[in-house]
């Protein structure tokens, strides 16, 4: 699997990462942390925090976290030329 995105039951900005992946047709692969920050040894391992959600994609060799920006950087990938949005300028909201 070349994407993981670790995430939180519940998290709203980590469902909003699953949305577009979904809507993008994108594989990954789930991995689920603890609620405490102090038990998210994982992906304070792969990312350097542990704030959650967390992408990791193997095929461009990134690991992001911030829903904005990663949503923002699965458009600009994997998205129609149409669905570009500007680097800095989109934000996930509720």
């Not at 600009?76 to 934000?91: C, K, M």
């Amino acid at each position: 699997m070349s994407r993981t995105l670790y995430r939180l039951e519940g998290c709203p900005w980590c469902e909003a990462v699953v949305d577009e992946l979904d809507r993008l047709d994108l594989d990954f692969e789930s991995v689920w942390v603890e609620g405490l920050h102090s038990k998210r040894n994982e992906v304070r391992r792969v990312s350097g925090q542990r704030a959650v959600p967390v992408l990791v994609d193997d095929e461009y060799g990134l690991t992001m976290a911030e829903s904005s920006r990663i949503v923002e950087f699965l458009r600009n990938t994997y998205g129609d030329e149409d669905e570009r949005v500007v680097p800095g300028e989109y934000q996930v909201t509720f």
